[in-house]
């Protein structure tokens, strides 16, 4: 199992990025699937968390109304999204797509995780 997170970047404040996730081994209907970051100096946090289903999503308090978690499939490849939006230099770290086939979206509970990309929000 493989996945791989892309699409960071240097961003100014106020700035959007979209991250995407692909993988190979796991299928995410059969899988939660999340977002993490760590941004410097501190513990993995959870950012977002969508079920199998796609229909119901979670976002920590920190980047509710400004990202939005996703799924699509094109072309036989299904794909994780992160639409980053009104980006915050505390939003600076290291973001991770991850999955499990369990049914708690925790950074101790993730069964697959991907390399990270970085996300650097400054001006």
């Known amino acids: 199992v493989q996945l791989q997170a892309s699409g960071g970047g240097l961003v100014q404040p106020g700035g959007s990025l979209r991250l995407s996730c692909t993988n190979t081994?796991?299928?995410?209907?059969?899988?939660?699937s999340g977002w993490f970051r760590q941004r410097p100096g501190k513990e993995h946090e959870l950012i977002s968390c969508?079920?199998?289903?796609?229909?119901?999503?979670?976002?920590a308090g920190s980047v509710r109304g400004r990202f939005t978690v996703s799924r699509e499939n094109v072309q036989n490849t299904d794909t994780l999204y992160l639409q980053m939006d009104s980006l915050k230099t505390e939003d600076t770290a290291v973001h991770y797509c991850?999955?499990?086939?369990?049914?708690?979206?925790?950074?101790?509970?993730?069964?697959?995780w991907g390399k990270g990309t970085q996300v650097t929000v400054s001006s």
């Open positions: 969508i079920s199998r289903s796609g229909e119901t999503v979670f976002y």
């Open positions: 081994g796991v299928t995410w209907r059969d899988n939660v």
């Open positions: 991850a999955a499990t086939r369990k049914y708690l979206c925790t950074v101790d509970g993730m069964d697959y």
